[in-house]
């Protein structure tokens, strides 16, 4: 007598569709993982004279470019994650909001004070991070309605602070006089890969960078939950208020970071997790992950970009921000084109 034909388990059938997510996550970043590799080695050939591999003294600063834009990247691109999720809204990122000009205010604060003083500057991470923090606190209270966090307050008031700190960044640097703290002010606020940093400044950052994507992705299923309201979420178990905590303080670090390796850089923490929700879907530990490559790969193309148009006209190097700017206010414009011309 034959057998009944086996019907589907519900747990196979509830597991299958997550399996084949899984392996579509994978897959796509194990891809952009290579993509990262070939550009980073392709990079290695890039000078801005000659195009090939190069002596060792040539390699070194090769490398040190290419180890400061991949930095720069994964920093600006996981604080965009971080904000996103913090203020609920898919267009924070740490140069619109006013981070990253309050971390150059910051910069340019403690240059100033220690130049009046006449004492070494010390590490400039410390005045950046207190401008960035200062910049998302002021945001953060700023744009609340009765407890709420308006999205259009929030861009209006990001966009208005990142003008007035650029217009104290400008001031301090000319009180000292004409010839200002720093001669190519303009150059550092269109942003630009520092160059003859000491090894250990660029390498702490990149530890540092590291630590604070390893702690979003801790807390990544929370992070998943908190797009719920904060009722649900608490009755999930997760504590908004320490969340929100965790994602200032990272955000603010990671944003302060990129400023004091390449100044401030716009719309890197805007463009990279757009993009890798768009092929890894909304969970945050493959999105901080893909995030996080997708801006390596910008920073390091930005920068072959600027060496080819050197050798196209020998304008020399131009700032990486440009290029950003141009990339991320198109993509911006794009992400606000359902509501532009609506009252």
């Known amino acids: 007598m034959p057998k009944p034909a086996e019907l589907p388990s519900p747990t196979r059938s509830i597991d299958a569709p997550r399996t084949v997510a899984a392996h579509h996550t994978i897959t796509v970043l194990l891809l952009m993982a290579v993509a990262l590799i070939g550009v980073a080695v392709l990079r290695m050939f890039f000078g801005s004279e000659s195009f090939g591999w190069a002596g060792s003294n040539i390699r070194h600063i090769r490398f040190e470019r290419l180890g400061i834009a991949c930095v720069v990247g994964v920093a600006l691109a996981v604080s965009g994650v971080g904000l996103q999720t913090l203020l609920r809204n898919p267009l924070a990122e740490p140069f619109i909001l006013g981070l990253s000009t309050g971390a150059g205010v910051g910069v340019m604060a403690q240059w100033l004070i220690t130049s009046l003083v006449q004492a070494p500057p010390g590490p400039s991470y410390y005045g950046a991070l207190i401008g960035s923090g200062a910049s998302l606190t002021i945001v953060f209270l700023a744009s609340r309605k009765r407890g709420i966090i308006d999205p259009l307050g929030l ?12 217009a104290i960044i400008m001031f301090l640097n000319y009180v000292p006089g004409s010839a200002g703290l720093r001669p190519n002010i303009a150059h550092w606020m269109m942003g630009n890969l520092a160059e003859g940093l000491a090894a250990q400044v660029w390498v702490t950052v990149g530890l540092v960078t590291v630590v604070g994507l390893g702690v979003l992705l801790w807390y990544g299923w929370a992070m998943d939950v908190a797009s719920f309201s904060d009722a649900e979420a608490e009755s999930m178990g997760i504590h908004m208020g320490r969340l929100r905590t965790v994602l200032f303080i990272v955000a603010s670090v990671l944003a302060a970071g990129a400023v004091v390796l390449a100044g401030p850089i716009a719309f890197v923490g ?4 757009h993009l890798a929700r768009l092929l890894l879907g909304p969970q945050h530990r493959p999105l901080l ?5 997708f801006g390596a790969l910008l920073m390091i193309c930005a920068d072959m970009a600027s060496i080819a148009l050197h050798w196209s006209f020998r304008w020399g190097l131009m700032p990486l921000g440009i290029f950003t700017a141009v990339i991320g206010g198109i993509s911006f414009l794009w992400m606000l084109r359902p509501n532009l011309g609506r009252t």
Do not use: E, K
């Open 289 to 293: 992950i893909g995030s996080a490559i």
């Open 270 to 273: 805007l463009v990279c997790p």
């Open 155 to 166: 861009l209006l008031i990001g966009v208005v602070l990142g003008t007035i700190n650029g």
